[in-house]
């Protein structure tokens, strides 16, 4: 039985912007939140040891906050860190994401270590797919934008 969640994308960009999206504060506050119509404001150490928090806030005026610490970075390919919900009770849970090039596309493998708790599996489940399709958005906007 699998110890969490695991999500697999085909991203419109290559690994070098995908990995950037990941890591780079003021780009992750573009789409790191579970639904188009919340924003975010994302701080970022990017180192191993290092922190990050990301501040989300929903359309109501709620803020929900996650945040954790890096444990592997291996530029343009992974990504390895902790990630603490507490608005969920979640602590220290292992989020990777794995980067592999598929031309100029990039397949995007997370997975995420979570309690056996299925409330808190589906909670993340959706919040994950709403990133990733906020994600998505932000690469192929990202793209248009290059090409004019």
């Not at 990995?19 to 188009?36: G, H, I, K, V």
């Not at 150490?45 to 109501?60: A, F, K, N, Q």
Request: charged letters at 25%.
């Amino acid at each position: 039985m699998l110890k969490g969640i695991s999500l697999t994308r085909t991203l419109s960009a290559r690994c070098e912007t995908v990995f950037s999206a990941w890591t780079r504060p003021e780009l992750m506050a573009r789409w790191f939140f579970p639904d188009p119509r919340w924003t975010a404001s994302v701080s970022s150490e990017l180192r191993v040891g290092g922190h990050y928090e990301v501040s989300m806030r929903d359309p109501s005026g709620g803020v929900h906050l996650q945040f954790g610490e890096y444990r592997e970075i291996v530029p343009t390919s992974r990504l390895v860190f902790t990630w603490s919900c507490p608005e969920l009770g979640v602590k220290d849970s292992i989020v990777t994401v794995e980067l592999r090039e598929s031309g100029d596309r990039t397949d995007l493998h997370l997975t995420h270590e979570l309690p056996p708790d299925p409330k808190i599996r589906g909670e993340h489940e959706e919040g994950w797919t709403g990133c990733l399709g906020n994600l998505a958005a932000f690469l192929a906007d990202e793209q248009k934008g290059d090409a004019s």
